[in-house]
């Protein structure tokens, strides 16, 4: 079993940034963690993920560069840099564990976090 915990979220403008971070607890995959969104009324996006081993990293287009996903192997953390946000980004932002081959298929994971939500206003 491995237990996910989101935190960093909060209300911010447009163009702050902000930095979540995943602690993770219990049986990691020693696969790979991804960032998800959820925009109100709209399906869960994968935004980004990184393998546990090699540090192998993947983007959202519409995120690549201005997001940074980063890993602390000791810490069993993930975070997610996000700058420059974006009203539309206004989210709930969740990490899940355990994808082996389709970073962006959320069936792929296997644990979920309970999310930590983003505001950004205009």
């Known amino acids: 079993q491995v237990q996910l915990v989101e935190s960093g979220g909060g209300l911010v403008q447009a163009g702050d940034s902000l930095r979540l971070s995943c602690v993770a607890s219990?049986?990691?995959?020693?696969?790979?963690v991804g960032w998800f969104r959820q925009k109100p009324g709209k399906e869960r996006e994968a935004i980004a993920a990184i393998t546990w081993s090699r540090g192998s990293t993947h983007y959202l287009d519409s995120v690549q560069g201005r997001f940074t996903i980063s890993k602390e192997n000791a810490e069993n953390t993930v975070y997610l840099q996000m700058n420059n946000l974006e009203p539309e980004e206004t989210a709930v932002y969740c990490c899940?564990?355990?994808?082996?081959?389709?970073?962006?298929?959320?069936?792929?994971?296997?644990?979920w976090g309970q999310g930590t939500q983003v505001a950004v206003s205009s």
């Open positions: 899940a564990d355990g994808y082996t081959t389709t970073w962006y298929e959320p069936s792929q994971y296997r644990y």
């Open positions: 219990g049986r990691i995959s020693n696969v790979g």
